[in-house]
């Protein structure tokens, strides 16, 4: 190689040149003596023309310098060394289209980069990422800094992903960990929640903007990737400590941030629909505890239900908080089973519910028309809360109330109410659950056709009031008619001394009226006629004994289903396959599945597998 | 449904095994065994019944020597697979002092003796075990017993085994309301408790498997008694 500052005069570089072409000529006319070039020797030299080009004036220039003056240097030096890589590569055009080729050798502009990549990336990449990240860090925190410098010192890494990785990305990735990890523990203590939020959207943001401006487009995923996890998965405690500042009322705006944070993490969302359905369950459980539960108000419990249950559905499904996300559906749906299935005072909430649309119902009723809308309303939303584990005992009160709406508020109750209001029950519920009642109400409906066509035939012919019965009978055969005399009712008139009052009592409050007592002679009221209340029975005991006993055929029924389908079965999985069956319509105790598995076996439709006691067999 | 199949079993094995006797009848030594055991038979049982009852098995007892509620009058029964109570029929006496090789008050005294190391056995024991609650069932399709002969039946076939198990259940059965019978599912329950379950701190007890209720109950009591 001549000396660089050396200028070289045309005369003296063309005889230089002469000898080439005179050499080129002596081959083309083919003159003895004259031998072909070594393109193997060649080749090697160009290789050396590079090692010696960068070993002695690449390196020695770059260490001198430190910092982002290395830096400078070193894209400088870069993209220098590429021009010297295509002209010299121009320069010996010949070996890349013969001898490169024949050899499968790597081509000339490769074996350029290549030298390049042993010789200074290996002994300068450390330094070269260190120097990055810091230029990086420096512009995470407000700083200007020269994007394209930074961008064309990655360039070098390029000599194929596997060093862009290795060398700079895994170190680049970790110490945005540790940056975030920072950031984390220093907004946690400062920030409320939705402080937080914030501050980690506009780090997102930053992070995605600084890959499109210098990094390689593979790292995205992967830098998006730790700064969510180190922002928002790794932090439990976010929610923990301030989940009522982002759960806060009217907060929908922080929500929908939040989503969309965490929307694309994988299982991001869990955390936020556990934090979703825990301050859901609070929240219910707390407003609900106190004055209602003692007071004893079903009407305003329910109310008050209904409406929290719209807030926070509106959070799911009106406003785009969570955009009807699944998981904050079931979240929601999770929290209401929670608070439903505790009891709330000393009553049952299938119980409350139940006098609720009682209450309800017989409103309807009795206003007819002109109050109807406002109370349909609370009844379509009504079970869409109210998600009770038990719901064959909510049909057992339910059954209870309609019986009476039906027997004494004949003349109050409206059979298409009553039958919406079935209808959505079964929407709810299944049609197991509601076939009884329906039953009720079509009985009745028989029951006075009969009473009409009994009317119109046999008025002429006999005194219907004694033979009623007679007729009722012959018609439903295979029904049973049964008298509740405890229902009946008797008018009395207790003759006291300032007047006369008409007592109604119960059948049974008759039969005692009949025993000796003592009088109060005195007594007075401002009414003509009273009602004398039966003492409070205890429903609630007798429903849920009868639900315990349908409980126990229904159990039974399913065991029998499942071991006959399956012959021979694990008793877990026999359990398993229980409780899932019945969820429809309640939450079985493993205890009574039990107790009705060892009645099965002791009546032998199931026997205890020989040998292995916790397996059972079916016994056709 | 042990008993189910053991019934069945009984059905089976009673003419074969009178078969057996008749074709092993040739041999004279046998015929000699048989008469004698048949001699024995008659002189405890009731000519116009034909079997051994109740004053038959205690005159039995006495010349025994042993109390005729002492667990080997059980294992005795359940040599000769006596199905009632109280009664030996001929056959039954026949299979089981046969298999004793006793045909004298002597030899079946001295029978008696190694007839509990072979029911102890494990192999036999099960059987043996599951034996004593039929042999309890004294009236038609009766499939359980009252708690009271329970306890007793416990403390006399599992007593010398597992006396602290069976201490605890039977002082269990006594004070609790909710079980007036016990039937062959739970009797079953009871022996494999006291075989599996490590006494007193039950620690490998799991109330998710299919153990009785009653067990579950026991437990649980047993860990009120300790606290």
């Keep these: 190689m001549a000396e660089p500052n050396k200028i070289i005069m045309l005369d003296e570089g063309w005889s230089t040149i002469n000898q080439g072409i005179t050499k080129l000529i002596n081959i083309l006319e083919k003159i003895p003596g004259e031998s072909q070039f070594d393109s193997n020797k060649i080749h090697e030299r160009y290789e050396e023309t590079f090692e010696n080009y960068l070993r002695s004036r690449f390196l020695p220039a770059i260490h001198e310098k430190h910092g982002v003056f290395m830096m400078r240097e070193f894209v400088e030096r870069w993209s220098r060394h590429n021009v010297m890589v295509r002209w010299l590569s121009r320069f010996f055009y010949y070996l890349d289209r013969y001898y490169i080729a024949r050899g499968s050798l790597p081509k000339l502009e490769d074996t350029g980069i290549n030298c390049f990549h042993i010789i200074v990336h290996e002994s300068l990449k450390v330094q070269v990422t260190n120097v990055v990240i810091t230029l990086i860090n420096r512009e995470r925190d407000g700083d200007e800094i020269d994007r394209t410098m930074l961008k064309n010192a990655l360039e070098n890494f390029d000599g194929g992903l596997d060093c862009y990785v290795d060398d700079f990305e895994t170190a680049f990735l970790n110490d945005t960990a540790d940056y975030c990890s920072r950031k984390a523990s220093l907004w946690i203590q400062e920030d409320s929640c939705p402080e937080y939020m914030i501050k980690a959207e506009e780090l997102l943001k930053r992070e995605k903007h600084s890959v499109s401006n210098y990094l390689h487009s593979s790292t995205e995923e992967k830098l998006l990737e730790k700064v969510q996890h180190h922002l928002l998965l790794d932090n439990a405690q976010l929610f923990e400590k301030e989940h009522s500042g982002c759960h806060g009322d009217d907060k929908t705006e922080d929500l929908e941030r939040m989503y969309r944070l965490f929307y694309n993490i994988r299982n991001g969302l869990d955390p936020i629909s556990t934090a979703f359905k825990q301050h859901v369950t609070s929240e219910v459980t707390t407003k609900n505890k106190d004055k209602v539960a003692v007071a004893m108000q079903e009407q305003a419990f329910v109310r008050r239900v209904i409406e929290l249950h719209g807030k926070y559905y509106a959070y799911v499904y009106v406003t785009i908080s969570f955009k009807k996300d699944n998981l904050f559906h079931k979240a929601l749906k999770e929290a209401f089973e929670v608070f439903c299935n505790k009891k709330v005072g000393d009553s049952l909430v299938a119980e409350l519910l139940s006098t609720f649309s009682d209450g309800i119902l017989g409103k309807v009723g009795a206003m007819r028309n002109w109050v109807m809308m406002p109370l349909r309303k609370p009844l379509t939303r009504l079970y869409a809360c109210f998600l009770l584990d038990d719901k064959d005992l909510f049909a057992g009160f339910c059954k209870k109330k309609l019986a009476r709406r039906l027997l004494f508020d004949k003349n109050s109750t409206d059979d298409d109410h009553e039958r919406s209001f079935l209808s959505k029950l079964k929407q709810q519920y299944g049609a197991q659950f509601t076939s009884k009642m329906e039953g009720m109400i079509n009985d009745l409906e028989i029951a006075s056709d009969t009473q009409n066509i009994y009317k119109v035939d046999y008025t002429n012919k006999y005194d219907y009031t004694s033979n009623d019965i007679d007729f009722n009978v012959t018609i439903k055969k295979n029904r049973k008619l049964t008298f509740l005399y405890s229902m009946g009712s008797c008018n009395g008139t207790g003759k006291f001394q300032k007047k006369p009052i008409e007592l109604i009592v119960s059948t049974h409050q008759a039969v005692v009226l009949k025993d000796s007592f003592s009088l109060n002679v005195e007594f007075t009221d401002k009414m003509r006629r009273i009602k004398i209340p039966l003492p409070p029975v205890d429903e609630k005991k007798n429903v849920i004994e009868d639900v315990d006993k349908d409980r126990r055929y229904t159990i039974d029924a399913s065991i029998v289903r499942i071991m006959k389908a399956r012959k021979v079965l694990q008793y877990n999985n026999l359990v398993t396959a229980c409780v899932e069956q019945l969820s429809r319509m309640f939450k079985p105790y493993f205890k009574s599945i039990k107790k009705r598995n060892t009645d099965l076996i002791s009546r032998e439709f199931l026997e205890r597998e020989e040998g292995s006691p916790n397996t059972v067999g079916y016994l056709a | ?227």
Excluded at chain 2, 78 to 92: A, N, V
Excluded at chain 2, 151 to 172: A, M, N, P, T
């Design chain 2, 1 to 227: 449904m042990i008993r189910r199949s053991s019934t069945k079993k009984t059905g089976t094995t009673n003419p074969s095994a009178s078969a057996d006797l008749s074709r092993t009848a040739s041999g004279k030594a046998v015929t000699k065994e048989l008469e004698r055991i048949g001699q024995l038979f008659n002189s405890y049982s009731n000519r116009a019944t034909n079997m051994i009852e109740p004053e038959g098995i205690e005159a039995l007892c006495s010349d025994l020597g042993v109390d005729h509620t002492d667990v080997r009058i059980l294992m005795l029964a359940w040599k000769m697979k006596s199905e009632k109570q109280g009664y030996f029929t001929l056959d039954e006496w026949r299979v089981g002092l046969k298999s004793l090789h006793a045909d004298t008050i002597a030899k079946l005294k001295k029978a008696l003796m190694d007839l509990e190391n072979e029911v102890r056995k494990p192999s036999n024991f099960l059987d043996f075990y599951s034996y004593a609650f039929r042999y309890c069932l004294t009236e038609e399709k009766q499939k359980s017993i009252d708690t009271e002969s329970i306890c007793e039946l416990l403390d006399l076939v599992l007593g010398s085994q597992f006396s602290h198990q069976v201490g605890s259940l039977v002082e269990y059965l006594k004070c609790q309301n909710d079980y007036k019978v016990i039937n062959m599912d739970q009797w079953m329950g009871f022996f494999r408790f006291c075989k599996e379950i490590s006494f007193p701190d039950l620690k490998n007890y799991d109330p998710d498997l299919a153990w009785p209720l009653i067990l579950d109950n026991f437990v649980d009591w047993m860990k009120v008694q300790k606290s």
